[in-house]
């Protein structure tokens, strides 16, 4: 199989080995008027179709539509374009901060496929291992491609596995490239009504003709983001303490205790009174993005065409951690006498190039060979850090360590027009496809994972080991490396025949090899029927599958910690490391999902609505554990050999769970007397996830008496309630002479995360005063309850405002949350809560804003955006 990988590749003409996925002819971008709608490619291999004559759900987004409202982030832009989809705005969750974990219809990242014209894009190379959305799971870089390249984007909301291969369970996003010659050039300035957050974009694109039919497209681009700030003082108590006998006492954590609104410990350091107490950032971190992409397709000889596409992009992303002040026993006080917060230097590249060669007439068929390949490589590097175990003579700077994910897919597809005596023809595909990727997890500097044997020197815990490794985490030590790899192969096939003239019926199948996980077959089949008067029903059911990525078998992250004055090791361990094999992991399982939808479609004159309800049922769904932390399981892991672990977590397949859910999407276009258009869009999106199963505590851990879940209510809440349960846009468009407004308003519905667990009924009672709150019984103690907190619905307002000043230039300006709406705030840490023994989940007043908001918490931001072309 990999000689056949091979002679694809030569044949292809391809100076290295290349891959793709699916081959989705593309079709040329058809310009749509008031009154045609847009040609759509996705979801079917023979040729578009409008999306109301598509048997699935699939939403065309133009890339002017995108750029309303002066987005830079494409993953943003889509997330009020599409209801159905969602993207979270992490906060120092590490990489995760600048690679946002998407998801469609309420599922993860990892079902869901993303194509580039039709072929599949690789994955980063990074595990999301953050105490967020989309925990244990890989994402597709979306910052990698610049929107200028883009001609429209393409969302299948509905299941492709049998279609598509691996990861397409919740549906498909398909990135067409522009290939029109011209040029255009633009530049962007963004700024937050807070007066931070500044956003530089730049950008260009350029079409060269190629003989009579072909065209090479360019694009580059380039954004600079600094950070937005919207964390408050922090009022703890920071400086060591001293007591009556005039001894050092650690400084107390409690909300208000350097500032004399709760008790300290001890008397406070006199530098107190005068400590800038604004150390704590939340909100985007800063970063800078390059991205550089091409599109090429050239005519040949004999009626074959040659295309190829791909690009590079590098961002550099500054992320700050949590404030460590100068009393903790993370701090050398010789070194940071007024404490530090560590930062991490990131570095995302991506590059990928794919080619390939389509003609119409091979012995009948219409044909299609490719190769796609592309890289992701992460590489990170702690700053302003420090080793505590190094002591005074500690680097402040530590390379962390860093990661590769490489994919390499080839296609060779064939399709067929089969006359059966009607005027409608037998549609026939197949194809097979080879996939080759592997995974590598680098170690980091030494000096921050090594044990220098410096003893704490100063303070209450004098003489005492101190944390090993930098700060924040260790840097990957030996033994989280890892190489790993495998190989797939598939054959597929698909048909499509119309009946009457209203009755369209498609079926697909796939079966596909893994080297390391088997075989599985999947299947769809799907159908639109035509009724009267603009009306249809559609619908479809398929399997679907998701094989793990490789990075999440192979994973490692330790963390070193001082625990009850001993040194101990949390980690996050790949399913065959032995900690982990003792504590009961096994090798994970592909995910298995089936999806059922129904709907209804809608045509008169200018107005067109669908409605469609769908289930998807994901069984043995991948995800992070519990984190077990106990005395018992530590002794019981060094009992066996793996001594130092004092919390444990591992990959594994956690639950089967069950979304339902209702898309709906109304559009009405009216052009009056007078040449100006108007244009509505309402659309919406509910959805609920629930679990069939949550598997218990693993067997060994069982046997040691503790009952923690395999996965807890904390886990569960990410894949039920992190994400809006609804979300509707309504989006107004208006068109007269030179000038354009767009208004777009979102509502985002309630989401709900764990607050605070295990808290006695009267810090309950402190602390939930005026907060959307349940209660959940807690597994610690039969009278504490932990709370999850609820944050309530928010509608935010863009408006983008434009004027075609001349045929070549065009000016945009205004706003996105026009009326500079927040989410709701944190349970708050105050003084009452403190004097029963809590602080709140605000990290002690510092972080007001949860990061599971689905719209993040920058506030109001203003934009000006201008464009030429030529």
Known sequence: MRSFAIALAATAAMPMPVLAQEVVREADAVEDDDEAGEIIVTGSRFGGRTATQSSTPVDAISREALQQSGRVDLIQMLKVQVPSFSAPRPLASGVGDFIQPPSLRGLGAGELLVLINGKRRHTTADLNSSNGIGRGDVAVDFNAIPTLAMSRIEVLRDGAAAQYGSDAISGVINMILDRSLGTIAQAGYVQTTKGDGDTYEASASTGIPLGANGVLRLTAAYQDRDGTNRARADTRQQYLGTNAAGRPVAP??????????????????????????????????????????????????????????????????????????????????????????????????????????????????????????????????????????????????????GSDFYQWTSNLDFTREIPVGDDQPFRLAFGAEYRE?????????????????????????????????????????????????????????????QFFGRLLLSGAARHERYSDFGSTTNFKAAGRLGLFGGLALRGSYNTGFRAPALAQSG???????????????????????????????????????????????????????????????????????????????????????????????????????????????????HRFGDGSRITATLAGNYNKTTFDRIAGTPVPIAALGITTPLFDLTQQLRF???????????????????????????????????????????????????????????????????????????????????????????????????????????????????????????????????????????????????????
């Open 437 to 497: 990727e592997a995974y590598r997890l680098f170690s980091g500097a030494p000096d921050g994972y090594r044990n220098g044997g410096v003893l704490i020197p100063d303070g209450p815990n004098a003489g005492r080991p101190g944390p090993i490794g930098s700060q924040p985490g260790p840097s990957n030590g030996p033994d989280d490396r890892a190489s790993i790899a495998r190989d797939s192969v598939a054959m597929y096939g698909e048909v499509e025949k």
């Open 555 to 669: 994973y490692n992250a330790s963390n070193t910690l001082i625990l009850n004055g001993a040194q101990a090791i949390v980690r996050v361990a790949a399913v065959n490391n032995p900690a982990a094999r003792l504590a009961g992991a096994t090798d994970l399982k592909p995910e298995q999902s089936s999806n059922v939808s129904i709907g209804t479609v809608f045509e008169a004159g200018g107005f067109t609505a669908t409605l469609d309800a769908y289930r998807i049922k994901v069984r043995d769904r991948i995800a992070i554990s519990s984190t077990f932390q106990d005395a018992r399981l530590t002794n019981y892991l060094a009992t066996n050999g793996q001594s130092g672990f004092a919390a444990l977590s591992f990959l594994t397949n956690a639950v089967d769970t069950e979304t339902k859910g209702i898309d709906l999407v109304m559009n009405y276009r």
């Open 252 to 401: 107390s954590g409690n909300y208000g205790s350097g500032v004399g609104l709760t008790p300290s410990n001890g008397t406070l350091d006199p530098r107190e009174a005068g400590f800038d107490r604004n150390v704590f950032q939340q909100g985007d971190q800063p970063n800078r993005n390059y991205q550089l992409f091409y599109n090429l397709v050239a005519p040949l000889p004999g009626g074959t065409e040659l295309y190829s596409f791909g690009g590079y992009n590098r961002l550099d992303g500054d992320i700050q951690y949590f404030f460590r002040r100068p009393g903790q026993d993370e701090t050398v006080r010789a070194l940071y006498p007024d404490g530090y917060s560590p930062g991490l230097d990131t570095r995302l590249e991506n590059i990928s190039t794919a080619i390939g060669l389509r003609g119409d007439d091979l012995a009948g068929f219409g044909w299609d060979l490719s190769t796609v390949y592309g890289v992701s490589t992460v590489r990170t590097t702690y700053v302003d850090s420090v080793n505590v175990s190094l002591g005074a003579a500690s680097p402040s700077r530590f390379y962390r360590g």
């Open 720 to 870: 039920s309630d992190s994400l809006p349960r609804d979300k509707i846009t309504l989006d107004l468009n208006y068109a007269r002479g030179p000038f354009t407004l767009s208004v777009t308003n979102t509502r985002y519905g309630r989401v709900a995360t764990v607050a605070l667990l295990n808290r006695t009924p009267a810090q309950v009672a402190a602390l939930v005063q005026g907060y959307d709150v349940r209660l959940v019984p807690s597994t610690g103690s039969a009278a504490n309850s932990d709370i999850v907190q609820r944050f309530g619905a928010k509608i935010l307002t863009d408006i983008d405002v434009g004027w075609q000043a001349t045929r070549a230039l065009k000016l945009s300006v205004g706003a996105q949350n026009v009326f500079d709406i927040y989410p709701d705030e944190n349970i708050a840490s105050t003084v009452s809560s403190v004097a029963v023994g809590s602080n709140g989940a605000d990290n002690a007043g510092t972080q007001p804003y949860n990061a599971v908001s689905p719209f993040g918490f920058n506030g109001r931001s203003a934009f000006i955006r201008g464009s030429y072309s030529f």
